[in-house]
């Protein structure tokens, strides 16, 4: 028995991994087509979440299996159970990829609108969070998952930003409120990445150590 729910934990964690590389690969190529306005990318970004949400499927009907015919406990358990919930957090996190894809087309289409400039720096630390979440995913580091959980204010602070400047653009623009509105659309898509990344280092904090620190104050 112990070597059967050991080659399903395995092959789970190849799965979950896959998962993971399709939804970092979604969002790199979804921040590119919109800072490069590369409307084809974004249209193979919109194409390639049919695969995220295919695997996400297939992902949680392993974890299902797992339970029922293995009735893991302790490590195993806490792996499994967090899995289900990463898994949900980054099938999320592709549709937020999607959505930013979706923006593209509909940004070229509108007033011409520069992107404010805080926007970049803004996804880039989005990035760097949902790579080093699933770096500790791979390697269960919680030291680097807590780490995730400390940069989540900075994205936080950095849409803040980017609305105000949207709010007085519209002030001083009004003629591209719609450009400027989708703006801030991709900015909260853009946090929204980072607080999915934030949940994932906290799945393995828990899985971990089996400390739950969801809702709790960072240090």
Same mark, same amino acid.
């Given at each position: 028995?112990?070597?059967?729910?050991?080659?399903?934990?395995?092959?789970?964690?190849?799965?979950?991994?896959?998962?993971?590389?399709?939804?970092?690969?979604?969002?790199?190529?979804?921040?590119?087509?919109?800072?490069?306005?590369?409307?084809?990318?974004?249209?193979?970004?919109?194409?390639?979440?049919?695969?995220?949400?295919?695997?996400?499927?297939?992902?949680?009907?392993?974890?299902?299996?797992?339970?029922?015919?293995?009735?893991?406990?302790?490590?195993?358990?806490?792996?499994?159970?967090?899995?289900?919930?990463?898994?949900?957090?980054? #099938? @999320?996190?592709? &549709?937020? +990829?999607? *959505?930013? !894809?979706?923006? $593209?087309?509909?940004?070229?289409? /509108?007033?011409?609108?520069?992107?404010?400039?805080?926007?970049?720096?803004?996804?880039?630390?989005?990035?760097?969070?949902?790579?080093?979440?699933?770096?500790?995913?791979?390697?269960?580091?919680?030291?680097?998952?807590?780490?995730?959980?400390?940069?989540?204010?900075?994205?936080?602070?950095?849409?803040?930003?980017?609305?105000?400047?949207?709010?007085?653009?519209?002030?001083?623009?009004?003629?591209?409120?719609?450009?400027?509105?989708?703006?801030?659309?991709?900015?909260?898509?853009? #946090? @929204?990445?980072? &607080?999915? +990344?934030? *949940?994932? !280092?906290?799945? $393995?904090?828990?899985?971990?150590? /089996?400390?739950?620190?969801?809702?709790?104050?960072?240090?």
């Amino acid at each position: 028995m112990t070597r059967h729910i050991e080659r399903q934990i395995d092959h789970l964690k190849e799965k979950i991994l896959r998962v993971g590389t399709l939804v970092e690969e979604a969002i790199s190529k979804a921040i590119t087509a919109l800072i490069n306005e590369d409307i084809p990318l974004a249209q193979r970004v919109m194409a390639s979440d049919e695969e995220i949400d295919r695997m996400e499927v297939e992902v949680e009907e392993e974890c299902l299996k797992i339970l029922a015919l293995y009735q893991p406990v302790a490590a195993d358990l806490r792996f499994v159970v967090s899995v289900l919930k990463i898994n949900n957090d980054l #099938e @999320r996190m592709g &549709d937020l +990829a999607k *959505n930013i !894809a979706k923006r $593209v087309p509909q940004l070229a289409a /509108g007033q011409p609108c520069p992107l404010p400039p805080e926007i970049r720096p803004m996804a880039m630390q989005a990035q760097e969070m949902v790579k080093q979440c699933l770096d500790a995913v791979v390697r269960g580091d919680p030291t680097l998952a807590r780490q995730v959980r400390e940069e989540d204010d900075a994205v936080d602070a950095s849409r803040q930003r980017v609305q105000k400047m949207v709010m007085q653009g519209i002030k001083e623009s009004p003629e591209k409120v719609e450009s400027l509105l989708r703006i801030n659309s991709v900015s909260k898509h853009i #946090e @929204r990445i980072a &607080d999915m +990344a934030t *949940n994932v !280092a906290e799945d $393995v904090i828990y899985m971990v150590e /089996g400390d739950i620190v969801r809702h709790r104050a960072t240090d």
